[in-house]
Each structure stands twice: as C-alpha cells, then as structure tokens.
C-alpha cells in the first residue's frame, strides 16, 4: 500500500500490523484533520486492525478540540495500542497530558526510544491476537 498523505501527516505500514503515522513539521491539527487522518488510516489500513507509531518528535500543535474529538470510541475502533515517539521534554509533558485527560480507549504509551516502542506495539499485537 503507497502513502497516504493528509495536511498534518503520511500515513504508512511501518511494518505488518503497524501503521506509521509521521506527523510533518510545525503541523497546526483541528477537529477537520482528526476527520482526514481517521480515513487515510482507514485506506492504508483497510479497515483491519492495527497497532500506530507515531512520530511525533517534530513540533506539531493539536487544537483541544481535536485532541477531544480525536479520543472518541469511534476513531479507535480497530486500534489496538498507540506508541508516540517523542523526543523533547516539551512534547512529553503535551503527550503525557493527552494521555491523562483525553484517556485513549486503546492503551497508549510515551516513548523516547523507537526500538522499545516498536517492542511494545508488537507486544501489544501479540497479546491482541492471543485473546
């Protein structure tokens, strides 16, 4: 499957079952781009099920609304965890914060290191797929 690009991200297989999600440099993301980056998953994905890497160690600014918007059940339906890769103290403290308050329904996790994120997705794929 070739990339799909919104005006915030490129959305890709990372490898199986894992969806990359790059956000760009600087992106300013609102409820109408949690809209757009819901149906490039859905294409790239095609509906099945999936683990997401998120890279989001560029500087990337997400509206409250969006970030409230973007947690419902309904956008997370096929997920089945969500590592963010961060890479600055700043956007840990806005990712550990959207962890907190917006509680996505698929575990998410903050990491710094993409070895260990990609361990834990995996992780989290295998245990969806003994269930």
């Known amino acids: 499957m070739l990339p799909v690009k919104t005006k915030t991200a490129e959305f890709s297989y990372l490898e199986k079952d894992i969806l990359l999600v790059n956000l760009f440099e600087n992106a300013e ?14 294409q790239v994905t095609q509906g099945k099920k999936y683990a997401a890497f998120i890279d989001a160690a560029k500087y990337v600014h997400v509206t409250s609304g969006a970030r409230a918007y973007g947690a419902r059940k309904e956008f997370q339906l096929n997920l089945i965890a969500q590592a963010i890769f961060i890479n600055s103290l700043a956007n840990r403290i806005v990712g550990n914060f959207i962890i907190r308050f917006n509680k996505p329904y698929a575990p998410t996790k903050l990491f710094s290191d993409k070895q260990a994120a990609l361990f834990w997705l995996r992780e989290q794929i295998s245990k969806q797929q003994i269930a």
């Open 29 to 42: 993301v609102d409820i109408k781009d949690v809209d757009e980056s819901f149906e490039a998953t859905m």
